[in-house]
């Protein structure tokens, strides 16, 4: 059945089922093979180990917010092309949500439990977004998306040499959220101002430091 012969209830139980799933940090099926297949698993101190597991769990804690994000904005959006676009964006990053769980697994650790909260407030941003208009939904995505893109480059630089698994899935991951970007404000989002863009890094910023550790 079709999203548009669902009913409003229908809609809200299908999303805390994705929700949940989400959460938790269930082993998600990606339709694509992780980049880290290619490679193979080189041995790390321990320190190192450590610090390439927080890395990519703020990149899987990045996932899950924005899974909350075009999930809320789905839910919402006015057009139904926009609702399209925003499910169409949350399927194909479920595939970087698998990617980073399978990493942390390989490095013995596992998602941020801090999980359950990102992806609540990045709910309650896209569905509040969408309602006042599509286009401010799709700018928010592109803002987002474009600091998303500054973590990974940085992050880039940030993981152990030897640590080649990681770096070939956030390289893929950071082509996908640049076309993400590209793709929204191509759509007639809303081009945010700088000073916004920077109120939300510090909002990031308190999401990624938590997220390494916890």
Not at 93 to 115: F, T, Y
Request: charged residues 20%; proline residues 5%; aromatic residues 4%.
């Amino acid at each position: 059945m079709k999203n548009r012969d669902l009913s409003p209830v229908d809609q809200l139980f299908i999303q805390l089922d994705n929700a949940l799933g989400i959460v938790v940090g269930q082993a998600h099926h990606s339709s694509r093979p992780s980049p880290a297949h290619q490679y193979e698993e080189e041995a790390m101190d321990a320190s190192q180990k450590n610090h390439s597991a927080g890395l990519m769990r703020v990149n899987h804690s990045g996932e899950v917010c924005a899974q909350g994000l075009y999930q809320g904005q789905a839910l919402t959006a006015k057009s139904a092309a926009t609702r399209a676009a925003m499910q169409q964006a949350a399927e194909e990053e479920i595939d970087h949500l698998a990617w980073c769980e399978l990493r942390l697994k390989a490095l013995g650790s596992q998602p941020s439990r801090l999980n359950p909260l990102w992806y609540a407030m990045s709910f309650g941003l896209g569905a509040g977004a969408s309602l006042i208009s599509d286009r401010l939904s799709l700018g928010f995505v592109a803002a987002t998306e474009e600091q998303v893109c500054e973590h990974l480059e940085s992050h880039l630089e940030e993981l152990p040499p030897a640590d080649n698994k990681s770096r070939a899935v956030v390289e893929e991951m950071l082509v996908d959220e640049a076309r993400h970007a590209t793709g929204a404000l191509n759509a007639g989002g809303l081009p945010f101002p700088n000073p916004v863009k920077k109120a939300m890094s510090l909002i990031a910023k308190v999401m990624t430091t938590s997220s390494y550790r916890l």
